[in-house]
């Protein structure tokens, strides 16, 4: 008959782990314990406020300017609250004053112009206060006419303006065979005639009387063979007969005279 030992020691290994397994279980439910008590952070307020800088590049994230460098902490972006401000007077919107000061009206007079031709006088065809406008021919030696000169056109279109303080002009002019129309507009009213005639011959046109004051005449060739211009008289109703215009002499500066020495130089 065999001797059996009291215990048997095939048990011991199944409950020696088990002894194992209840002391990991216990580690675990400590280590725990301990990670959930290490996790929470009592909060206080404190008396500085956070100060918070945007970055466009990032707009999701807020870093602290108080944080240590290199730190990042993602937070929630706060809201902005928009307060209505009254409005700003700008320079624009600022009435302005206008300080007028006190003017004394004064009588204004006009002077004619200085090319408007003179009350009692007659002009001849090559005076300078003619504006003649177009492809006019200036004529000299020209007999029977003014001063022996006439302005000739022989374009239709062709014009010359002239302005004059007086009451009423007369246009002479030279007509004959196979001349033309002009037209006149005087202050704006138009008139015309024709130069023709059989036979050549020194007449005039005579303007209505106007008002002593300042006038503008425009003479143009209308129609048909050329036309010209003798001379324009500007009537003085109280003295009929006009003086003759002066011919203006150009101005011609005297040389100088050189001056030679005598004297001879010392040998």
């Not at 279980?25 to 008396?47: D, H, K, Y």
């Not at 307060?83 to 600022?94: A, M, Q, S």
């Not at 129309?181 to 007449?203: C, M, R, W, Y």
Request: hydrophobic share 40%; glycine share 6%; proline share 9%.
């Amino acid at each position: 008959m065999d001797n059996k030992p009291a215990l048997d020691r095939s048990f011991l290994i199944p409950i020696f782990i088990g002894f194992i397994s209840v002391v990991g279980i216990c580690l675990v439910l400590f280590a725990a314990r301990v990670g959930a008590s290490r996790g929470t952070v009592q909060t206080s307020e404190t008396a500085t406020p956070l100060k918070y800088q945007y970055l466009a590049t990032e707009p999701g994230i807020a870093v602290p300017t108080d944080a240590p460098p290199g730190t990042a902490t993602a937070t929630e972006i706060p809201t902005l609250e928009i307060i209505d401000l009254p409005p700003t007077l700008f320079p624009t919107d600022v009435p302005t004053l206008i300080v007028v000061p006190n003017v004394t009206k004064a009588l204004v007079t006009v002077s004619p112009s200085p090319t408007a031709l003179a009350l009692g006088v007659k002009y001849d065809d090559a005076d300078f206060k003619f504006n003649y406008t177009g492809a006019w021919i200036a004529q000299s030696g020209v007999s029977d006419a003014y001063q022996n000169t006439l302005h000739v056109s022989n374009t239709i279109g062709d014009s010359v303006q002239l302005s004059f303080v007086g009451q009423k002009i007369l246009f002479a002019y030279q007509a004959g065979p196979s001349l033309g129309t002009v037209a006149i507009k005087l202050d704006g009213v138009d008139f015309s005639f024709d130069q023709f005639a059989p036979d050549t011959l020194e007449t005039e046109w005579e303007s209505p009387v106007l008002t002593l004051s300042s006038h503008s005449v425009t003479i143009t060739h209308l129609g048909g063979g050329s036309i010209n211009l003798d001379s324009i008289a500007v009537i003085d109703l109280s003295t009929p007969t006009p003086t003759t215009a002066p011919l203006l002499a150009p101005t011609i500066a005297p040389t100088a005279t050189p001056t030679f020495s005598n004297s001879s130089p010392n040998n």
